[in-house]
């Protein structure tokens, strides 16, 4: 099975956080690919699903649908690149057979659209409280 | 012998390998660009997704919405009329030991949620329309079968679930595609087996084309790579609907059927991170005869996310940070 290596790295020192998080090694459930909405664009994102998926480094096995829409975002919200709101900026790269590098930046644009943890706040707020 | 007859008859459906050389089926319809037929701005902060859409029988969508973790359970509706966005998530102790796979909508609106916990078994949540959980269900499928589809039969509260058996299923039957209808208690009263497989080592490189839908008349349309597969509600086979696509290379990722017609997604083969191509068609289930092939104007975007016969196809905008609904009718 080919997959990519990712490496994530702190932007901002260029320092390794994170020697690499191989989807392979996110317990014994693949990821697999589907298409997602990222930013109003759908694009296809790469999902290791399951509770057997949690990498060995502590990185969600959905950690890489993140990663493909924030590198997809990158480049259709330019504009709305600022310092992360909701986590600390990437960089990314993958491995040499499918390199991938970029410096993104998880925006909090309207452009770009709830995500992350302001679309957990959103739905909080729209939800019953429930005991 | 009916077994032997189903393995025959959907041996084919399955088969994943494209063509080495895309081509174009040349008796289509030309392709139609949508327009905008009307647009409704909804005062609702615009959002990402994960997967496919889902709507109900008032023309309410459903999303899985994309917080930090796809495993979450949570799903967002967004209303056809004035009313408010509901969101549906499970409470904090299963919502915890459970992983978000796939979900569902009934006509109704009731949602129904598959998870698996820990040990690989699949556990179908579901929430009434006041939005609080009103049964947990355990799917009697075998740990390796992945699923990656799930209908709901709401007339009799039976599952159908397909997808694949994983590396972890023995030999025989890894890499096979599995396909099981279940009772409402979970029970496998139907296991579809079939001889063909998908290809496990190309799983993390395009995006699976397995996908199910009840539709009105009460029967399960499976879509696959290159036709739809029609069942009863009991699983026995009806017939088979060759897909002609404008680029055999398209892979098909979603249907809906309405009134007699059967809407297909295809997009572009590209690769992960990107933007996708759209290309939309509707084909006469009865008769197979594709009816419309059908591109989105760029008013309209890429985000197709219903049909009905009636209506056409509903598109979600990113309009200025908040969500608009725009409908483009097919006539």
Same mark, same amino acid.
């Given at each position: 099975?080919?997959?990519?290596?990712?490496?994530?790295?702190?932007?901002?020192?260029?320092?390794?956080?994170?020697?690499?998080?191989?989807?392979?090694?996110?317990?014994?459930?693949?990821?697999?690919?589907?298409?997602?909405?990222?930013?109003?664009?759908?694009?296809?994102?790469?999902?290791?699903?399951?509770?057997?998926?949690?990498?060995?480094?502590?990185?969600?096995?959905?950690?890489?649908?993140?990663?493909?829409?924030?590198?997809?975002?990158?480049?259709?919200?330019?504009?709305?690149?600022?310092?992360?709101?909701?986590?600390?900026?990437?960089?990314?790269?993958?491995?040499?057979?499918?390199?991938?590098?970029?410096?993104?930046?998880?925006?909090?644009?309207?452009?770009?659209?709830?995500?992350?943890?302001?679309?957990?706040?959103?739905?909080?707020?729209?939800?019953?409280?429930?005991? | 012998?009916?077994?032997?007859?189903?393995?025959?008859?959907?041996?084919?459906?399955?088969?994943?390998?494209?063509?080495?050389?895309?081509?174009?089926?040349?008796?289509?319809? +030309? @392709?139609?660009?949508?327009?905008?037929? /009307? *647009?409704?701005?909804?005062?609702?902060?615009? !959002?990402?997704?994960? =997967?496919?859409?889902?709507?109900?029988?008032?023309?309410?969508?459903?999303?899985?919405?994309?917080?930090?973790?796809?495993?979450?359970?949570?799903?967002?509706?967004?209303?056809?009329?004035?009313?408010?966005?509901?969101?549906?998530?499970?409470?904090?102790?299963?919502?915890?030991?459970?992983?978000?796979?796939?979900?569902?909508?009934?006509?109704?609106?009731?949602?129904?949620?598959?998870?698996?916990?820990?040990?690989?078994?699949?556990?179908?949540?579901?929430?009434?329309?006041?939005?609080?959980?009103?049964? +947990? @269900?355990?799917?009697?499928?075998?740990? /390796? *079968?992945?699923?990656?589809?799930?209908?709901? !039969?709401?007339?009799? =509260?039976?599952?159908?679930?397909?997808?694949?058996?994983?590396?972890?299923?023995?030999?025989?039957?890894?890499?096979?595609?599995?396909?099981?209808?279940?009772?409402?208690?979970?029970?496998?009263?139907?296991?579809?087996?079939?001889?063909?497989?998908?290809?496990?080592?190309?799983?993390?490189?395009?995006?699976?084309?397995?996908?199910?839908?009840?539709?009105?008349?009460?029967?399960?349309?499976?879509?696959?790579?290159?036709?739809?597969?029609?069942?009863?509600?009991?699983?026995?086979?009806?017939?088979?609907?060759?897909?002609?696509?404008?680029?055999?290379?398209?892979?098909?990722?979603?249907?809906?059927?309405?009134?007699?017609?059967?809407?297909?997604?295809?997009?572009?083969?590209?690769?992960?991170?990107?933007?996708?191509?759209?290309?939309?068609?509707?084909?006469?289930?009865?008769?197979?005869?594709?009816?419309?092939?059908?591109?989105?104007?760029?008013?309209?975007?890429?985000?197709?996310?219903?049909?009905?016969?009636?209506?056409?196809?509903?598109?979600?905008?990113?309009?200025?940070?908040?969500?608009?609904?725009?409908?483009?009718?097919?006539?």
């Amino acid at each position: 099975m080919r997959i990519p290596v990712l490496v994530r790295t702190l932007s901002v020192a260029g320092l390794i956080l994170s020697a690499s998080a191989l989807a392979g090694a996110c317990g014994d459930r693949i990821g697999s690919v589907q298409t997602s909405c990222c930013g109003g664009r759908t694009v296809n994102t790469r999902v290791c699903i399951g509770m057997g998926t949690i990498c060995a480094d502590g990185t969600g096995g959905d950690f890489f649908c993140s990663v493909d829409c924030d590198l997809f975002q990158a480049g259709a919200c330019d504009q709305a690149k600022e310092p992360s709101g909701s986590g600390s900026p990437l960089s990314l790269i993958e491995a040499s057979d499918r390199r991938l590098i970029a410096d993104t930046r998880p925006s909090s644009s309207a452009a770009c659209g709830l995500r992350g943890e302001k679309l957990e706040q959103w739905i909080r707020t729209n939800q019953r409280v429930r005991q | 012998m009916w077994f032997v007859a189903l393995v025959l008859l959907l041996g084919p459906a399955f088969q994943h390998t494209p063509p080495a050389h895309p081509k174009k089926s040349s008796d289509l319809p +030309r @392709t139609t660009v949508l327009v905008a037929s /009307s *647009a409704k701005r909804l005062g609702i902060p615009f !959002f990402n997704f994960y =997967g496919q859409a889902k709507q109900d029988a008032g023309g309410n969508v459903y999303f899985h919405a994309a917080t930090r973790r796809y495993s979450d359970s949570s799903i967002i509706r967004i209303p056809y009329g004035d009313s408010e966005p509901k969101a549906y998530s499970l409470p904090e102790k299963p919502a915890r030991e459970t992983a978000f796979i796939a979900f569902d909508v009934a006509p109704s609106g009731r949602v129904y949620v598959l998870s698996e916990n820990a040990d690989h078994r699949s556990i179908v949540f579901e929430f009434g329309g006041d939005g609080d959980i009103s049964s +947990r @269900t355990e799917l009697g499928i075998p740990p /390796s *079968a992945r699923v990656a589809s799930m209908s709901v !039969f709401e007339a009799t =509260g039976n599952f159908f679930v397909l997808g694949y058996y994983d590396s972890s299923a023995p030999d025989d039957l890894r890499g096979k595609t599995f396909m099981a209808l279940t009772s409402p208690d979970g029970k496998v009263f139907r296991d579809l087996k079939n001889s063909r497989a998908i290809d496990l080592n190309t799983l993390g490189e395009k995006p699976l084309t397995l996908c199910s839908y009840v539709g009105e008349d009460g029967n399960l349309y499976v879509l696959a790579s290159d036709e739809i597969l029609v069942l009863t509600a009991s699983g026995d086979f009806m017939r088979r609907i060759k897909l002609r696509k404008p680029d055999d290379a398209a892979l098909t990722t979603k249907l809906i059927v309405s009134q007699g017609l059967a809407a297909v997604w295809l997009q572009s083969d590209s690769a992960v991170g990107k933007a996708v191509e759209l290309t939309l068609e509707t084909v006469d289930i009865g008769t197979g005869r594709v009816v419309g092939v059908y591109s989105a104007s760029d008013e309209l975007g890429d985000n197709a996310v219903t049909f009905s016969r009636s209506e056409g196809f509903v598109f979600l905008r990113n309009d200025g940070g908040k969500v608009s609904l725009l409908t483009a009718h097919i006539r």
